[in-house]
């Protein structure tokens, strides 16, 4: 297999390409090559845009190929896009460590009430201060996602509340 993906990299085919061609998922094809860039010399490209539609809010990626698009924001008077699936690939990369930190220290365990996970994705990282830059770990529980749902729903209700009652006075 990957003598193959090194020759489709080395005729310019995309990932999702090469990922159909195998029969296989994109973030596989993505995953390995970046994890083993000894046997894939030629690493895959960056996810570079064009043929930007921002009205659609769709483009053509290099990786992906056709793609929906979200905004990063202005930078020296244009416009920075970014694929979707490059976003989300990252934030998993990012939160994925920090998740299975907080499961070897706190437990694979809800806190609210008692699920045993059978794997880390089945538990949520609750910030108990509710700020969601705070990563210290007295700030962070394991909750299953129901709990999490229903915590964060409670937040959210008691917070509209009292914007509520301070607007009303």
């Known amino acids: 297999m990957e003598e193959v993906v090194q020759r489709m990299l080395r005729d310019g085919k995309n990932v999702g390409v090469i990922a159909a061609a195998l029969g296989v998922s994109k973030s596989r094809i993505y995953t390995r090559t970046r994890a083993h860039p000894e046997r894939f010399p030629r690493a895959l490209p960056r996810h570079v845009l064009s043929e930007i539609n921002e009205d659609a809010r769709t483009a053509m990626c290099l990786v992906c190929g056709p793609t929906a698009v979200q905004r990063q924001g202005e930078q020296h008077g244009h416009t920075r896009w970014r694929c979707r699936a490059s976003e989300r690939w990252r934030v998993s990369q990012r939160r994925r460590p920090r998740q299975r930190l907080i499961v070897k220290n706190k437990g ?19 910030h108990v201060d509710g700020n969601p830059h705070n990563h210290a770990l007295a700030n962070l529980q394991t909750v299953c996602a129901n709990c999490h749902r229903l915590i964060t729903l409670r937040q959210r209700k008691v917070r509209f509340a009292s914007d509520n009652l301070k607007a009303s006075t």
């Not at 009430?113 to 089945?122: L, M, T």
Request: glycine share 6%.
């Open 108 to 126: 694979s365990v809800c806190v609210v009430c008692g699920f045993v996970a059978e794997h880390p994705c089945q538990l949520d990282l609750h």
